[in-house]
């Protein structure tokens, strides 16, 4: 089974600050790692994914992340935020036990203040 | 990119009567599709699989005849809610699956039911 944990349920945050958004994953397989980026009242957004290869990504919108297999974890980062980047976050893990079912944190919401 | 949209976006309707939000993919097919429930402030559920020219796989708790999931052809699934109430008032998301264990997500439906 897999499972992902967002640590943080609310990070607010001033502009022009960077930012970390922690994710954790458990699994005993090889995985797939997503991050998505949700507006209000709109679908998901993909920001970026890890499938192999180098273990930084980098995303759409300045965003990037690092995944760290030793430690679980593929915590995303953006060295300077804009207001724009108010919105919900959410981490994704698929590939654990050969499914490619997703499986989603509960999504941390980015508040940045001016 | 591949885009996937909802129709339609929102809709109100009265207790007791059926809705039906359809999921497209416009420019790739897909030959499965997924249907998520959100509440305000949580994450996605996972409802169903949706497989085209077959029958959808259910989730644990998602009742079956109450949620009816159509996959007619490779770029269309549609759900039905079944007499609805008011606690099926939600954000309803699709999302079709391409290669590398990439999903993309429509824009989500927001229903009310009165």
């Known amino acids: 089974a897999q499972s992902v944990t967002q640590l943080d349920s609310q990070v607010p945050v001033f502009e022009e600050a960077p930012v970390e958004l922690r994710c954790n994953y458990s699994?005993?397989?090889?995985?797939?790692l997503f991050w998505y980026v949700q507006y209000p009242n709109q679908g998901l957004q993909l920001l970026l994914k890890y499938l192999s290869g180098s273990t930084l990504v980098k995303g759409i919108n300045g965003f990037e992340a690092e995944f760290n297999k030793s430690q679980t974890s593929f915590h995303l980062r953006k060295p300077s935020v804009h207001i724009s980047d108010t919105a919900e976050y959410f981490c994704?893990?698929?590939?654990?036990?050969?499914?490619?079912?997703?499986?989603f944190g509960r999504g941390t919401s980015l508040i940045v203040h001016p | 990119g591949a885009v996937v949209s909802q129709h339609p976006s929102w809709v109100i309707c009265k207790s007791g009567t059926s809705v039906k939000i359809e999921c497209r993919s416009l420019d790739f097919q897909a030959t499965t599709m997924f249907w998520y429930r959100q509440f305000p402030k949580q994450s996605l559920m996972l409802m169903a699989t949706s497989n085209e020219g077959s029958k959808a796989t259910y989730e644990q708790g998602v009742e079956k005849d109450k949620f009816l999931i159509n996959h007619a052809s490779l770029t269309l699934s549609t759900l039905t809610v079944t007499s609805a109430h008011p606690e099926d008032s939600s954000f309803y998301i699709c999302?079709?699956?391409?290669?590398?264990?990439?999903?993309?997500f429509g824009p989500g439906t927001r229903l009310t039911v009165l």
């Open positions: 994704a893990v698929s590939g654990g036990g050969g499914s490619y079912i997703p499986t």
């Open positions: 999302s079709a699956r391409l290669v590398d264990n990439e999903q993309f």
């Open positions: 699994s005993s397989v090889s995985v797939y």
